[in-house]
Nanobody, 122 residues
């Protein structure tokens, strides 16, 4: 069992920047791919970004491409989601996840963080 601790959410104005962090024990992200998903009020959970285990190739949802960046620090076993130029439609609970493949599908991820709230006001 891998426990993920995501943090860094908050309430900001449109155009602001936030960085989310996802910490895991040991060298988790050397062994697992990582992803970020989000769930807005009244909606299902959707893909945001993912990064592969080894090479660090990244994929993004079209809605965040060019504004969000996923990175990881294997030595710190932490994955980050840098979010720039935030928009009200980015308001959601953000979840990090770890799994075998960097995928847009939730089903590829075995472990999940507890979620961190991001609220963007106009």
């Amino acid at each position: 069992q891998v426990q993920l601790a995501d943090s860094g959410g908050g309430s900001v104005q449109a155009g602001a920047t936030l960085r989310l962090s996802c910490a895991a024990p040991g060298r988790t992200f050397s062994s697992y791919a990582a992803g970020w998903f989000r769930q807005a009020p009244g909606k299902g959970r959707g893909f945001v970004a993912a990064i592969t285990r080894s090479v660090g190739t990244t994929i993004y949802a079209d809605s965040v491409k060019g504004r969000f960046t996923i990175t990881k620090n294997n030595a710190k076993s932490t994955v980050y989601l840098q979010m720039n130029n935030l928009k009200p439609e980015d308001t959601a609970v953000y979840y990090c996840a770890a799994g075998g493949y960097a995928s847009r599908s939730e089903r590829e991820y075995d472990y999940w963080g507890q979620g961190t709230q991001v609220t963007v006001s106009s």
